[in-house]
Antibody, heavy 121, light 107 residues
Framework: QLQLQESGPGLVKPSETLSLTCTVS??????????WGWIRQPPGKGLEWIGDIYYSGTTYYNPSLKSRVTISVDTSKNQFSLKVSSVTAADTAVYYCERRSTSGYNWFDPWGQGTLVTVCS | DIQMTQSPSSLSASVGDRVTITCRASQSISSYLNWYQQKPGKAPKVLIYAASSLQSGVPSRFSGRGSGTDFTLTISSLQPEDFATYYCQQSYSIPLTFGGGTKVEIK
């Protein structure tokens, strides 16, 4: 059964870079049938898609965050990562990693358990 | 960007009630619409994909309908474990976007 697990600092200072890693177990990140990505949810609010990556390195980003976001993949470690630069309090959220099919009809499944990142000095 | 609008934003219902949640897209998205359930402190899980297809393992009391711009999620007989927040999401175009959520509470 495929599982995703987020890891990274829970506290980041304003203006610094948020860095998270998602480790994939029970399957290969080199699947030609899936994208791997990130979604965030500020406390008490809704869901925002950040972006995703194909194992070859092709990326898709939400234009609202594109200038500050980098998603990368390490197939040797079966991991992918998220970096968000120049963070502010508005970036405080639970960050989820997820998988999405490359087929026409696609959806997010599975999801990681989520990790709370707080931006605070 | 395609805007997804859910209604109502919250509702109160009793066990056994039939509940319907609506999701409207700002432009036609054909059947590229998914529904998720989220319980407090947990990640969302997909219930319905492609507007009306039931994800494996999801109880048959959940159903989805619609195409174009208007969609519904129906719970035919609300169970205690169904009290949660529900989100719609379009997969028609990048950026992928979610509705604002509907919180289903116990009456």
């Amino acid at each position: 059964q495929l599982q995703l697990q987020e890891s990274g600092p829970g506290l980041v200072k304003p203006s610094e870079t948020l860095s998270l890693t998602c480790t994939v177990s029970g399957g290969s990140i080199s699947s030609s049938s899936h994208y791997w990505g990130w979604i965030r949810q500020p406390p008490g609010k809704g869901l925002e898609w950040i972006g995703d990556i194909y194992y070859s390195g092709t990326t898709y980003y939400n234009p609202s965050l594109k200038s500050r976001v980098t998603i990368s993949v390490d197939t040797s470690k079966n991991q992918f990562s998220l970096k968000v630069s120049s963070v502010t309090a508005a970036d405080t959220a639970v960050y989820y990693c997820e998988r999405r099919s490359t087929s026409g009809y696609n959806w997010f499944d599975p999801w990681g358990q989520g990790t709370l990142v707080t931006v605070c000095s | 960007d395609i805007q997804m609008t859910q209604s109502p934003s919250s509702l109160s219902a009793s066990v056994g009630d039939r509940v319907t949640i609506t999701c409207r897209a700002s432009q036609s998205i054909s059947s590229y619409l998914n529904w998720y359930q989220q319980k407090p402190g947990k990640a969302p899980k997909v219930l319905i994909y492609a507007a009306s297809s039931l994800q494996s393992g999801v109880p048959s009391r959940f159903s989805g309908r619609g195409s174009g711009t208007d969609f519904t999620l129906t719970i035919s007989s609300l169970q205690p474990e169904d009290f949660a927040t529900y989100y719609c999401q379009q997969s028609y175009s990048i950026p992928l976007t979610f509705g604002g959520g509907t919180k289903v509470e116990i009456k």
